[in-house]
C-alpha cells in the first residue's frame, strides 16, 4: 500500500541532531504536501511542519520553529527533517504524512508512515 517508510530515529543527547528520513512508495508523491507529526506517549499525535508540493513553501509548530527543518526532493520520492538543538520534550515518535492540502491537522492527510523513534535524554 502507498506509505512513507520512516528511519533516522534514535537515542540522542539533549543539545544533539538527528535527521529524519522517509522513502516515499506513493507513485504521485511530488503532488502531495508532505508534513510531520509526533506523538509522546499519554499525549495526543501533534502537528511539526508542512511542506508544499515543490517545496518552496513551509510551516512549522512554535515549539519547533528555529531548531527543525522540513525539506523534499522530489526526484528520489524523500522527504527529511532535520532536527537541531534537540529538547527532553521533543521525545515522542515521529510519523510522516501526505494531503492534498495545506494543513496543521492530522485527519486532512490520506497517507502514513509507520513512525520512527525520537528519545532525546537529559
Known amino acids: 500500500q502507498s506509505q512513507f517508510v520512516e528511519s533516522g530515529g534514535g537515542l540522542v543527547q539533549a543539545g544533539g541532531s538527528l535527521r529524519l528520513s522517509c522513502a516515499a512508495s506513493?507513485?504521485?508523491?511530488?503532488?502531495?504536501?508532505m508534513g510531520w507529526f509526533r506523538q509522546a506517549p499519554g499525549k495526543e499525535r501533534e502537528f511539526v511542519a508542512w511542506?508544499?508540493?515543490?517545496?518552496?513553501?513551509?510551516r512549522y509548530a512554535d515549539s519547533v520553529k528555529g531548531r527543525f527543518t522540513i525539506s523534499r526532493d522530489n526526484a528520489k520520492k524523500m522527504g527529511y527533517l532535520q532536527m537541531n538543538n534537540l529538547e527532553p520534550e521533543d521525545t515522542a515518535v515521529y510519523y510522516c504524512?501526505?494531503?492534498?492540502?495545506?494543513?496543521?491537522?492530522?485527519?486532512?492527510?490520506?497517507?502514513w508512515g509507520q513512525g520512527t523513534q525520537v528519545t532525546v535524554s537529559s
Open positions: 504524512a501526505l494531503a492534498l492540502v495545506f494543513s496543521r491537522v492530522a485527519d486532512s492527510y490520506r497517507y
Open positions: 506513493e507513485q504521485t508523491f511530488r503532488m502531495y504536501v
Open positions: 511542506i508544499s508540493e515543490s517545496g518552496p513553501a513551509t
